[in-house]
Every structure is written in C-alpha cells, then in structure tokens.
C-alpha cells in the first residue's frame, strides 16, 4: 500500500537564446582591453618533487556514491598534482578503478554498489537507467603501488596507523567485514601495511592530509545516530562502526600522524571539516512533506485525526509536545520515534483501557472485537511510547525520502501475524512509515544527535588547527568554506556554487561528497593556502583551474 511519494526538486534547465546584429550603426566598439602580463609561477620554499596525498574519500575523488576512474581523475590531489607539475612536480598515481560503473568486489561478490545518477527528478541507482551492470573492480585484483593519491574511502583518524582491532590489519582481505577496509585492501603494499606507513615509504617531499576527521563523526550521522558517542572511551578498539571517535583519540592520531609526515622535513596542508549536517545529505528532506493535496493521504487524514485524538488525550496529560494532529490545509510534519523522551508505552496502554467501553466502540470502528481491546491498547502503547511529531530542528537523512508514506512490510507482516492478527487492510494502515508508523531513529538525526556531532566537530577542528599552527603548515578551513557555500554561495567564474542537492554544482547526488567541479574548487582552496604560508604564486600567476571547466554530474551512459 502506498500512501504518499516524497520526491527530489526537479532540476531546472533555462536556455538563452542569443540575437544576432546585422545592421553596422546596432554595433558597439570597445576598445581591446589591455592584461597586465602575469608573473611566472614559482613555488617559492614548497618542494613538490614527490606529492603524497593522504586522506579518506574526498581525497580519493569519491563522487555521486561511488568510487569509478573518471571521479578518481578529478579527485582535487591528481587537480593539485597538475599544477604541481609546472613547478618541479613529479608523476601522481592513483589506485584507479577499473570502470565509470563504480561499486567494488569481492572474489566476485559485490560489496559497494555502482553510482548514482541524475534520473530527471532526483539521484537515482545507475542501474534503474541502463539496467545490470557487472561491477568489474575486484579488490582481489590489486593495482601496482606505491600510490601518490593515498585516500581511503571511510577511514577514520585512527585506522591511519591501523589502531584498530589487534591483530588484524587494516589492509588484511581476513579482516573484511570486520575491521579492514576494502579499498585499502587493494592497495596495501602487504596485508600487514598500515596507510600511514605505505606513504611514508615514498619519503613524501609534499603532502595534504584532508577530511580525515570526517568519518570520526559522518558514520554516526549518517546512519542517524545509532552509533555511540565514545566521548570518554580510549581504546578505539572497543568502537563500532557508527560511533563518534573519542577527542583524545583523534588527537592522538592526528597528531602522530602529522609528526610522522614532517618528520622528513616535508611541508604540507592540513584541513579542517565541516559541520557535516550543512550538506544536502541532512538538509534536503524537509520535516513537513505530507501534503493534503496528495489525494493518497488527504483524503485519510480525518480518520487519522480520529485515531490519533484517543492518544493526544494522553499525551495532552503527559507531554502536550508529543501530540500528533495532520492538517488538512498545510503541509504536515511526519511522525518520529525520538528516544531521547521518556518512554510512556505503559501510560499509553492503561490509559486506553481506563475507559474500556469506549476504547471498545473507538476499536470497534475498525471491524474490531471487544476481546482485542487489551492487544491493540498494548500495540498503541508500544508504538507510540517515544512517538512525536517531527520539527524544523529535527534533520532527515537522504534516504527517508525513499521510506517516508510507504508500507514498512516487516510491521505490515507481524501485525497481520499472532497475537495481533490484524486484517491486511488495518495492518497496512497503521504500518505507513512517517504517519502510522513513527520513523525510526536511523532516518532522523535530533538535535541532541546534532549536538553530539558538533561537539565532536569543533574538538577535532581545534586539534587540526593547532597542528598546523605547531608545524607551521598551510591550513584550509573548509569549515567555513562549506559554510559559505550554505549560505550565499560560492562564486567562482561564471558560476555560484551552492550546497543544494543536484541544482548547487559543488555537492554530488550522494548528499555528502563533491562534484568534480567542487573538487576543483577545493583544489583552488589548498593552493591559495601554500601560496599564504610557503611564498607560491599560484593565484597571482594565473594559476588556478577554472572550476566551470569542470562537470557537475556524469552521464549514465559512461562506462
């Protein structure tokens, strides 16, 4: 049963049409303009010979939810690596994918899924455009290293010097799906390697070490905060996939890191991260997308008024905010489980039967025996004991948009089981994710989530800048870069780069990671950085690189 669609913005193509002038005097002369002749471009005290790039997924060119070669080639080290090049630079490799499909293998068996692609409306799978595709990049096939381009796809701070679980590396096929990650499991120099080591074995002369504070708080945020803050907890060994990396920890990490990285005399820059809930991935779904003239829930939401209205007596008792009403002129809020409220389940349940005759006619209505008032009184209890309904401070993950006004079928199923027995059509009803059905915490991050987030945030962002300060690094805040980008926007040539899903042109279809446009803009940023602390001229000479020259999005025909 389907009750609502939540769909993307649509993208919107405007096209100018040009007039020509055809009559001499309609024509305007101006004289040539004179340019200034531009310095040469010099590295001043910056030694690029041998440019390590050190980091997670934006380093790795992760793009549109995937990693694939054309991504990879724009990723903003191999952009930094060409201009480089001009002054002393040395050759960049990268771990390249074996496609533009995207995704990854495992001794045949998928393990990441292709990339995503715009399908008209919004990001969606490649393979609902073209159909199945073989994911041909297998991490059993490993490229030959050493690479330049050392950016790993979901590591944390800590997993750098592989102080994970004991025993069991990094870069270790045994460890898959326990503690190694795949796409440094194809370029590890051995099982046993550790990422920082397999960089220092280049003897870098030049590096950036980028993002890596961001997944010490993204796995948290983006499976809605069913992780654990580990504030407090020191052995990272203990941690779950999800959880929020401890501040001394990543200190720790950090720092080790950086003192191994200058440790050879090389120079460097160092980034900070953004507060990851400004990106499209948390702002795009809004809190109130239940619309009364959807004609599949406008027309049902009396009957849910009426069903509601036995509980909002209690809650107007209990907890007057938790009272959940559907508007039939505005946009509604969709439900939440929010489990940060006490729970009220037993309140709920012995409420209802307080009044046992007239809970008995109000389940009556819905064809309903007397003797199943203390099951339903029981279920209601259970559902809807942390239930609420959604705020503007509440932020939805991307993929809500997929769940919110479907039939979740695992409620439909027990609710049509023993002991409630429910018939297919009263199941269906109260199993519509976001409206009968509180979401789960998974799709919603609450602002006690988001403070934790924060939190986090700015430790490991004071820890950033004082290492860079300390080793007399360049810096980039893209903190505030991506701040700007939320806010008014970036300008950049011809265009102003903003963060909104598919229309901004900075962040990609995943939500979370750039486009190749927004990965030039990065590299722009960390040369204006070396310019400011090692006496280059990237900026004065003419030097940046032109972000409109690059694409936004891929065709899905790409291969």
């Not at 349940?349 to 009556?364: C, Q």
């Amino acid at each position: 049963m389907k009750i609502i669609n939540i769909k993307y913005i649509a993208l919107l193509v405007a096209f100018i049409g040009f007039t020509a002038c055809n009559d001499p005097e309609d024509v305007t002369l101006i004289e040539e303009e004179v340019v200034a002749e531009l310095p040469a471009l010099s590295s001043g005290s910056a030694d690029f010979s041998n440019y390590v790039a050190i980091g997670a997924s934006f380093t790795a060119g992760y793009t549109d939810g995937a990693l694939f070669k054309a991504a990879q080639e724009n990723s903003f080290p191999n952009i930094l690596s060409k201009q480089f090049a001009k002054v002393g630079g040395g050759a960049f490799t990268q771990p390249l994918m074996n496609d533009n499909f995207g995704g990854l293998a495992a001794n045949g068996a998928r393990i990441a899924e292709p990339r995503l692609v715009f399908g008209g409306a919004g990001p969606v799978p490649l393979e609902s455009l073209i159909g199945p595709v073989t994911v041909t990049t297998d991490l059993t096939a490993n490229p030959t290293g050493p690479f330049n381009n050392m950016g790993i796809p979901g590591a944390k701070s800590f997993h750098l010097l592989d102080l994970g679980i004991p025993g069991s590396g990094y870069g270790d096929i045994m460890g898959l799906g326990v503690y190694a990650n795949p796409y440094f499991i194809r370029m590890a120099s051995s099982p046993s390697a550790s990422v920082l080591g397999d960089v220092m074995a280049q003897n870098p002369s030049f590096f950036t070490l980028s993002e890596i504070a961001g997944n010490d708080v993204l796995s948290y945020a983006l499976s809605g905060g069913t992780g654990v803050d580990q504030t407090g907890n020191i052995n990272p060994a203990t941690y779950g996939i999800n959880d929020i990396t401890d501040p001394n920890v990543f200190a720790q990490a950090f720092n080790a890191t950086v003192t191994t990285l200058t440790s050879n005399g090389a120079n460097g820059v160092i980034a900070n991260i953004p507060y990851i809930t400004d990106l499209p991935h948390f702002t795009t779904v809004p809190h109130n997308p239940l619309d009364p003239s959807n004609p599949d829930f406008g027309p049902q939401i009396p009957l849910l008024n009426s069903i509601f209205g036995a509980l909002n007596q209690i809650f107007a008792q209990v907890d007057p905010s938790r009272i959940i009403l559907f508007s039939e002129t505005e946009a509604s809020a969709v439900v939440i489980k929010d489990e940060s409220l006490a729970d009220i389940s037993a309140i709920i349940s012995g409420g209802l039967l307080s009044n046992l005759p007239a809970f008995e006619a109000f389940i009556g209505q819905f064809n309903l025996p007397p003797q199943a008032a203390p099951g339903v009184a029981g279920l209601l209890g259970l559902v809807y004991g942390q239930a609420r309904q959604a705020t503007e401070d509440d932020l939805f993950v991307l993929p809500s948009s997929n769940v919110i006004g479907e039939v979740n079928t695992d409620t439909f199923a027990q609710l049509s089981s023993p002991p409630f027995s429910l018939p297919p059509a009263l199941a269906g009803q109260f199993s519509v994710e976001g409206i009968t059905l509180p979401l789960e915490d998974k799709w919603v991050l609450l602002p006690s989530e988001q403070l934790e987030i924060k939190t986090a945030t700015d430790a490991f962002n004071s820890t950033i800048a004082d290492a860079a300060t300390t080793n007399g690094l360049a810096f980039v805040d893209f903190k505030s870069i991506l701040e700007q980008a939320s806010t008014t926007g970036i300008p950049t040539g011809n265009y102003t780069l903003t963060t909104n899903l598919v229309t901004g042109g900075l962040v990609s279809l995943d939500g979370i990671h750039l486009t190749a446009r927004g990965y030039a803009v990065m590299a722009n940023e960390f040369m204006k950085a070396i310019d400011a602390t090692y006496g280059s001229n990237f900026e004065e000479s003419g030097n940046f690189v032109d972000a409109g020259n690059y694409p936004t999005n891929f065709s899905p025909t790409l291969q």
